[in-house]
């Protein structure tokens, strides 16, 4: 089952750049494309959360540590994106500070990236 909660949290956070994203910018222009994203990331965020969640529970239960302490990684990744980072980049956006909107954004990049990092190594352990 945490197989299955991993790639299904890979598979999301891979799908939003890849897909979401490059239509998104393709489409609508910055205004639309800026009110979406605003409605879009707290449930992205929240999924991501509760699929954690979900593994950490069943971490729990089959006393898998490595797995417990990649999720808990993971959800605090998360839960700081959603709760701090996010409204933190939508305040300098909408000031248009540009530097502070590049610098905070790239911050939830590096985010995406550690947590995306860390689904591929579990599966890596889970797979041998």
């Known amino acids: 089952m945490l197989i ?6 890979l598979s999301f956070m891979i799908f939003f750049p890849v ?7 393709k489409v609508l222009d910055e ?4 009110k979406f994203l605003r409605i879009f990331f707290p449930k992205y965020y929240l ?3 509760v699929l954690s969640l979900t593994g950490l529970i069943i971490a729990i239960f089959d006393k898998n540590d490595m ?6 990684l993971i959800i605090i990744g998360f839960l700081f994106s959603r709760q701090f980072l996010m409204p ?8 248009n ?4 909107f590049n610098i905070l954004h790239r911050v939830s990049v590096l985010i995406n ?15 041998k």
């Open 4 to 9: 299955l909660i991993t790639a299904a949290i």
């Open 113 to 127: 990236f550690i947590q995306i990092s860390l689904c591929v190594f579990l599966l890596i352990i889970f797979l």
């Open 88 to 95: 933190l980049i939508n305040k300098a956006k909408d000031k």
């Open 31 to 34: 205004k639309q494309s800026s």
């Open 97 to 100: 500070n540009e530097k502070k």
């Open 47 to 49: 999924f991501g959360l």
């Open 67 to 72: 797995s417990l302490i990649v999720f808990l």
């Open 19 to 25: 897909v979401v994203a490059t239509s998104v910018f």
